[in-house]
């Protein structure tokens, strides 16, 4: 093979076969999403679903295990990126020895509502801490030489619809919200590729746009990869090319016939085939296949387990834990109620599942964690599963999963529940939710709002457990927000565990018995009901949108969206962004804030508490209401401690550019730092503010995107 082949080189068929995947039968690996054209004896490099971990899919004849990690919701919920790169560079690690080059994520678009079906894929509702989290990711993925596809770009934030929906949104939110965490990403990690979104924007698809692919994304940001699209994204190949989307996926050999037809008849410039040609070449270069890596397929599976693990309990959210329900005692008798316990799931569906070569559900969990289960009541659970689901179901769970609608879960009687009272420490309630690729969340029952049978369910145990003085802990099994305030006080501590990957049941056990001390923090807000939710109005501001099978989505909101929305608004949440307890206590102190080139701002967190801990310290900024209206405050930094033992103090320093505190202004085409009064509000979550510092700007600073 030719290793000095240029563009020039290539004959117009064989430059056009570098735009368009490789058709089903040219296939080398099966189970993998999509494979390049084998141009001139180029390899054909092979992409792999993410992005919880490398999927292939198995077939009869081979598994290609992964770890399954936890899903990226709960990575953001750790606020530690280095913790994060570590993971993308395990997930780079097993892609590379499975011969994929091309790892299909992560997925870094807004949890702009908290019923979207792909939120599990996605961060967070802010874009700093989005772009943050991503980076980090595509760097460890990258730093094994596998390239990262940050996606959906841009503006895809529902899955109904997805293929065909026009996003309608100003260019102020656009920049400031659904584009920064991609721009985050481009300039801090500088992914290999980006793949557009399916949907629409502003009239025109995404693949298709030439102002979004090639002027914002190369002109401004300054990306030197490969776009790719989505599978079967777009309406039109010909305006693909022209638009700078360089790889048509999954591709077919009737969208290559139709390019080479469209530049033999002028309808397609050769020099738009010659440019992305030119940049697939090079991308292909970059590959491990082109290098000549000869695939193990033997990825170090037992220590990448570790890291799950290790990322699962950083991502641990408490939620609630009143009068220090928990930890409880090592040795401690537990009644686990709910499916959930034996139907766990660790990782959302479509394409964000995983194939882990073993999974431990709570029940298993529990059972090797030390806490002495009552069997007797989950081997009800265990049966009602096994009757309801099938004999397969719970071996299936090790490398399968599907989505299926919720079982009742009051299946056991009150006088059960007394029964079980008396002879336990604490009763364990698991809620399960999935959600997946294809579909969204729906406001009822069962959904965002519990079943009845989960309300009883709740309620009967509570009350006779607390009759007894026994403690009720809340185990929430989920992708994304459910409501919580009808049903919050009737329990003594709710733990959010996500889809925290292959490790569940060992992280929910440690958890419960204090081995791990919660320090995550939500990446996105628990809103104390769906009307509350900005999204949920949108109906009302486009009318004539009909919310089930919508032509159009218009993010009316604007800027305020998530933590921005209920700050400007005075609306009480659930529970706010950053939330999260820890089973100690951390101050602050020592707040300085000096300003020259950029914004320096130190403070130290002292660990106050009886147990050691980590602790993740945020830092808003409040800007002065100028020409444009503005956030009460947006998230500028933030940095997770290290472990402190009682008494230890980390002294942290970060910095804020003087242009992270811009904002867009569309009549004008420019970013503007308006002039005035500062002030820095650094705290343990949007709410929890600790300690805060102004300054002033004598001067407005403009610049250009």
Request: with cysteine; glycine share 8%.
């Amino acid at each position: 093979m030719s290793r000095d082949i240029r563009v020039e080189d290539l004959s117009l068929e064989e430059k056009v076969q570098l735009l368009v995947g490789a058709s089903w039968h040219l296939r080398r690996i099966h189970g993998a999403a999509g494979e390049t054209r084998p141009v001139r004896g180029l390899p054909m490099v092979a992409m792999a679903d993410g992005p919880s971990g490398i999927r292939i899919e198995p077939n009869p004849i081979r598994r290609w295990p992964a770890t399954a990690f936890p899903v990226p919701v709960m990575l953001a919920s750790t606020w530690n990126p280095e913790l994060v790169e570590a993971v993308g560079r395990a997930m780079g690690e097993e892609a590379r020895d499975y011969g994929i080059g091309v790892f299909l994520a992560p997925g870094i678009n807004i949890h702009r509502h908290p019923l979207c079906g792909r939120n599990f894929e996605y961060f967070s509702e802010d874009p700093l801490l989005a772009g943050k989290i991503a980076a980090a990711y595509v760097k460890g993925v990258q730093s094994v030489g596998v390239a990262a596809t940050p996606k959906h770009f841009a503006a895809n934030e529902q899955e109904t619809n997805r293929t065909t929906v026009d996003t309608i949104v100003d260019e102020r939110t656009l920049r400031e919200i659904y584009l920064k965490p991609f721009e985050i990403v481009v300039k801090e990690a500088k992914p290999w590729a980006i793949m557009s979104s399916y949907n629409k924007l502003n009239g025109k698809y995404t693949s298709q746009n030439e102002w979004l692919l090639t002027k914002v994304l190369r002109e401004e940001w300054g990306f030197d990869g490969i776009v790719m699209s989505d599978w079967g994204a777009g309406d039109n190949p010909i305006e693909q090319v022209k638009a700078g989307n360089d790889l048509i996926m999954p591709g077919s050999d009737e969208i290559v016939s139709r390019l080479i037809e469209a530049v033999k008849r002028s309808e397609l410039s050769e020099d738009y085939v010659n440019r992305s040609a030119a940049r697939v070449l090079e991308f292909i270069k970059r590959t491990p296949a082109y290098k000549g890596y000869k695939p193990t397929n033997a990825p170090n599976l037992k220590e990448h387990g570790k890291l799950a693990y290790e990322a699962a309990a950083e991502g641990v959210v408490l939620l609630k834990n009143n009068n220090e329900a928990l930890p409880l005692n090592t040795n401690a008798k537990v009644a686990l109620f709910g499916t959930g316990q034996v139907e766990t799931n660790r990782g959302g569906l479509g394409s964000g599942h995983t194939h882990p070569r073993y999974f431990i559900n709570i029940l298993d969990g529990l059972r090797n964690g030390g806490l002495r289960v009552d069997e007797e009541l989950s081997s009800i659970y265990v049966n009602y599963v096994k009757e309801n689901r099938g004999e397969d179901y719970l071996c299936a769970l090790y490398y399968e999963e599907a989505y299926s609608e919720p079982l009742p879960q009051d299946v056991v009687s009150e006088e059960q529940v007394r029964k079980y009272a008396e002879r336990n420490d604490a009763a364990v309630v698991v809620i399960s939710r999935n959600s997946g690729e294809g579909w969204d969340r729906r406001a009822i029952k069962g959904d965002y709002y519990l079943t009845d049978s989960e309300r009883r369910l709740i309620e009967v145990v509570s009350k006779q457990f607390h009759a007894l003085g026994r403690r009720v802990i809340v185990v929430l099994n989920v992708p994304s927000p459910i409501e919580v305030v009808s049903w919050r006080d009737l329990v003594d501590a709710i733990i959010l565990v996500w889809l925290p990957g292959q490790e569940a049941g060992r992280v929910v056990a440690d958890v419960l018995t204090g081995r791990i001390n919660p320090s995550g923090k939500l990446p996105t807000t628990f809103p104390r009901d769906w009307s509350d939710v900005p999204a949920a109005k949108a109906v009302e501001c486009y009318p004539g949108t009909p919310p089930d099978n919508p032509k159009v989505v218009k993010y009316c909101e604007g800027v305020y969206v998530g933590y921005r929305y209920y700050d400007k608004y005075g609306i009480e949440p659930a529970y706010e962004f950053g939330f999260g307890l820890s089973y100690t206590r951390f101050e602050y102190r020592n707040l300085k804030v000096t300003i020259d080139d950029s914004v320096k701002v130190s403070f130290d967190v002292i660990n106050v508490g009886k147990y050691p801990g980590k602790e993740v310290a945020q830092v808003y900024v409040k800007a002065p209401q100028g020409s444009l209206d503005k956030p009460v405050q947006e998230l500028k930094a933030f940095k997770k401690t290290r472990l402190l033992n009682p008494g230890e103090v980390d002294h942290i320093e970060l910095t804020i550019n003087i242009k992270e505190l811009a904002s867009f202004n569309d009549a004008k085409g420019l970013w503007i730092v308006d002039k005035g009064e500062y002030e820095v509000r650094v705290g343990a979550s949007s709410r929890d503010i600790r300690l805060t510092s102004k300054f002033t700007l004598n001067n407005e600073i403009s610049f250009k995107p």
